[in-house]
Nanobody
Framework: QVQLVESGGGLVQAGGSLRLSCAAS????????MGWYRQAPGNERELVAR???????NYADSVKGRFTISRDNAKNTVYLQMNSLKPEDTAVYYC???????????????WGQGTQVTVSS
């Protein structure tokens, strides 16, 4: 059983910063890629950023230059540093991780419960 627990969301003014964290726990053999997605009301869930086990990153065009994804493999944790926040960044942010629960078990994707980020103008 695997759990992803997010923290760090909240209310911030435009131009401000927030740092999201997501810690994976449970029966974990290895973690492949980890990432952050977001979903605003009335919109589909969209990719914000992902990071591979080797540290390679990719970002949505809308957040490039403002957001930075990183991970601490020793802590099974992924972070999202969000700077220069805009009202259009307002959404529920979800953590996702591709996890192997055993050496010979195919990996599966797991989701956190989501954390609200609200940016006021």
């Amino acid at each position: 059983q695997v759990q992803l627990v997010e923290s760090g969301g909240g209310l911030v003014q435009a131009g401000g910063s927030l740092r999201l964290s997501c810690a994976a726990s449970g029966t974990i053999f290895s973690i492949n890629s980890m990432g952050w997605y977001r979903q605003a009301p009335g919109n589909e869930r969209e990719l914000v950023a992902r990071i591979s086990s080797g540290g390679f990153t990719n970002y949505a065009d809308s957040v490039k230059g403002r957001f930075t994804i990183s991970r601490d493999n020793a802590k099974n944790t992924v972070y999202l540093q969000m700077n220069s926040l805009k009202p259009e960044d307002t959404a529920v942010y979800y953590c996702n991780a591709d996890i192997n629960t055993g050496r010979f078990i195919r990996s599966s994707g797991y989701w956190g419960q989501g954390t609200q980020v609200t940016v006021s103008s």
